[in-house]
């Protein structure tokens, strides 16, 4: 699931090392369209080894309380 036009602000993370490094991130959101609407979501992103490629988010869940 990608949220276009919303703000992300990490409150907590974990990691796991892998071939790399999984990153999960809590955090609390804002819709940009005007309403203000304020949620969560779990973003994770995985950081490769050196020269192996760069970090990129491979996923977004909206946490649904």
């Given at each position: 699931?990608?949220?276009?036009?919303?703000?992300?602000?990490?409150?907590?993370?974990?990691?796991?090392?892998?071939?790399?490094?999984n990153y999960d991130f809590l955090c609390t959101t804002t819709v940009m369209d005007g309403s203000n609407t304020q949620g969560a979501a779990k973003v994770y992103v995985f950081q490769p080894l050196?020269?192996?490629?760069?970090?990129?988010?491979?996923?977004?869940?909206?946490?649904v309380p």
């Open positions: 699931m990608t949220l276009v036009g919303v703000t992300y602000v990490p409150v907590a993370f974990a990691t796991q090392v892998v071939a790399g490094t050196p020269r192996q490629g760069t970090a990129h988010i491979t996923h977004i869940d909206k946490v």
